[in-house]
């Protein structure tokens, strides 16, 4: 089945550990991005990638970091920088950025990271 | 920046009634608007996408209505069942960063009682 897998579902980070969060697609999409979400709260954009070795950051990178090497894979790093990182996280992809026509963006099932 | 707003958010009704979801949104340059439904712990599934040409689509139950000058878009979810419980957050571009970065609602909690 086509579409994006996310890594491992549930994670605990102890204070100081970088963490990494896996996110792989086999949709050929060129654009990839990462979500965070808290209770009551919009999804807030951490990275985005729109081609193979090219990232840019979103509203909230601070403390987080990126690696698109691969046009499937574009992994989330959860630094010690990142003072509250408890939350759920988002992958998602689209086909890539038109400016005349939009692209569904699709998501996967998303990682919960919990710091103990 | 764009600002997408839902109400309400969060909301019942009983099983059978007609569902009307509002999104609102500041900046109208956009190309388009999607809604997605978000099950509780899971990813975002997208429900419809509507380029900025049309004014409605429709996908079986659903319908969404798109009046990109007042900056408004409504989901309607007609015959609502148990199933229909979930949160629905819809997106637009953020056309300061153009038409790949998406601003969220924070969504419409729905709960559809038996």
């Known amino acids: 089945d086509g579409g994006i897998t996310q890594s491992p579902k549930y994670l605990f980070r102890k204070e100081g550990q970088n963490v990494t969060l896996s996110c792989e697609q086999n949709?050929?999409?060129?654009?990839m991005y990462w979500y965070r979400q808290d209770p009551g709260q919009g999804l807030r954009l951490i990275y985005y990638?729109?081609?193979?070795?090219?990232?840019q950051k979103g509203d909230i990178a601070e403390g987080y970091s990126v690696s698109r090497e691969k046009k499937e894979s574009f992994p989330l790093t959860v630094t010690s920088a990142q003072k509250n990182p408890t939350a759920f996280y988002l992958c998602?992809?689209?086909?890539?950025?038109?400016?005349?026509?939009?692209?569904?963006?699709?998501f996967g099932e998303g990682s919960w990271l919990t710091v103990v | 920046k764009q600002e997408v707003t839902q109400i309400p958010a969060a909301l019942s009704v009983p099983e059978g009634e007609n569902l009307v979801l509002n999104c609102s949104f500041t900046?109208?340059?956009?190309?388009?608007l999607q809604w997605f439904r978000q099950d509780p712990g899971k990813g975002l599934t997208s429900l419809l996408l509507?380029?900025?040409?049309?004014r409605e689509q429709t996908s079986g139950r659903l319908n969404a209505s798109l009046d990109k000058s007042s900056g408004r878009s409504t989901l309607y979810i007609a015959a609502s069942q148990p199933g229909d419980s979930a949160t629905y957050l819809c997106?637009?571009?953020?056309?300061?960063?153009?038409?790949?970065?998406?601003?969220f609602g924070k969504g419409n909690q729905v709960v559809v009682i038996p």
């Open positions: 949709l050929n999409h060129d654009a």
């Open positions: 998602a992809s689209s086909m890539g950025s038109t400016k005349t026509s939009g692209n569904t963006i699709y």
């Open positions: 997106a637009v571009p953020d056309m300061l960063y153009g038409n790949n970065r998406l601003a």
């Open positions: 900046d109208s340059a956009i190309y388009n």
């Open positions: 990638s729109q081609i193979v070795n090219d990232f």
């Open positions: 509507i380029q900025s040409s049309q």
